[in-house]
């Protein structure tokens, strides 16, 4: 065997060696990325598992909606009946909030805002009134809904019958997800009554946010896409 | 020549690796254990390179079959709540340190070699 072929030999295998070891290294700094550099490895893996099993089992429980959605209409195609059932049950769907809408509307973005310090403040100024709070953006919903808002989605969290804007320290609490700014509201609805509702004079935004500088942009859009909730929503207490 | 393509093999692996998607987490213990087979296979490769007994499909049997074995090793464990993947690491490991150790050894005396006749040429020029 000459020298020539087994330095080629060798010089494969090493880079299969060390292509296998970049990869685990990027995987492995990757998952201490998301735990955090905690000590206990056991939890670790644990957690990073099921982690995993989450995600998998969201794309599935996708998978299997969209199956759900064709096998309907399949079922009520040939029936003028349960094609009505049918479009009602999407409106419905569109309506509490698990299926992802798409239309015209409004996406407000507001922000904390950063350039107020402790020393460039107003003596009777407050620092809290530069930040947005739950409260800001539960007026805010309440303003969008008034104006006839169909969908809104914080952060890509999707306000449902169930949503709660709660504070949570320094972060809001959004259907149990800490959020924070700056946050993105989209809202479909009828662009004129929602920007003429929420920009009027002695509303939210024109007494506060404008006022402390929280408005980052608020923009007309023709085609907003809003996700779908995307947890599970039980009934415990209703009986039917 | 060797130590050449070693070089040249490693930065075009890192090339490769950085370019690659992650793996999965859950299966990151078994590509774990794999490098370490398949990192003893290629020190040992080089050990026998140099005592001059190398074997091209013991060689690249050693490198994959070990890897594979260990997998299903590691797996086998798993399953059974074993850490057998321990026992993998430990031979691995000594064995690299067997390879390391030969090279190391068969370097030295080389270069020892070299200083004694070194020593010898200029004792003959110096007659």
Redesign the interface.
């Known amino acids: 065997?000459s020298?020539?072929?087994?330095?080629?030999?060798?010089?494969?295998?090493?880079?299969?060696?060390?292509?296998?070891?970049?990869?685990?290294y990027?995987?492995?700094s990757?998952?201490s990325k998301i735990t955090g550099t905690s000590v206990n490895s056991e939890l670790k893996?644990e957690v990073?598992?099921w982690k995993?099993k989450y995600e998998q089992l969201y794309v599935e429980l996708g998978k299997s909606e969209e199956r759900l959605e064709k096998i309907r209409e399949i079922a009520s195609d040939n029936n003028k009946d349960s094609s009505d059932l049918q479009n009602e049950l999407k409106k419905l769907n569109a309506l509490i909030g698990t299926t992802d809408v798409q239309g015209k509307g409004i996406v407000i973005t507001i922000a904390d805002n950063n350039k107020v310090t402790n020393e460039n403040i107003g003596l009777l100024d407050d620092i809290s009134f530069y930040l947005i709070h739950d409260r800001d953006l539960l007026r805010l919903v309440n303003e969008l809904k008034n104006a006839g808002a169909e969908a809104i989605s914080i952060n890509d969290e999707r306000i449902i019958n169930t949503t709660s804007i709660t504070c949570d320290g320094n972060v809001v609490l959004i259907n149990g997800k800490k959020m924070s700014s700056p946050f993105v509201i989209k809202a479909i609805g009828s662009q004129e009554a929602i920007l003429g509702a929420i920009e009027r004079p002695g509303g939210l935004l024109r007494n506060e946010l404008y006022k402390y500088g929280l408005v980052s942009s608020i923009e007309k859009q023709d085609k907003i896409l809003i996700y779908k909730y995307n947890g599970v929503i039980n009934y415990k207490s209703i009986n039917q | 020549m060797i130590i050449l393509a070693i070089c040249i093999g490693c930065v075009l692996g890192a090339i490769i690796g950085i370019n690659l998607p992650m793996i999965p987490y859950s299966y990151s213990s078994y590509l774990a254990i794999s490098i370490v087979a398949a990192l003893d296979s290629v020190l040992g490769g080089i050990t026998s390179t140099l005592n001059g007994k190398f074997n091209f499909k013991i060689f690249v049997s050693g490198f994959f079959g070990n890897a594979i074995l260990s997998i299903l090793l590691t797996y086998l464990g798993e399953k059974l709540n074993v850490d057998i993947y321990v026992g993998a690491v430990v031979v691995f490991v000594g064995r690299m340190f067997n390879n390391l150790g030969m090279i190391r050894r068969y370097y030295i005396d080389k270069w020892s070699n070299k200083k004694s006749e070194e020593k010898i040429s200029t004792e003959n020029k110096a007659k």
């Not at chain 1, 060798?10 to 060390?18: A, E, F, S």
Request: net charge positive.
């Open positions: 065997m020298k020539k072929k087994v330095a080629l030999i060798v010089g494969i295998m090493c880079v299969i060696l060390t292509t296998a070891i970049v990869i685990q990027k995987t492995v990757n998952a893996t990073l598992k995993e």
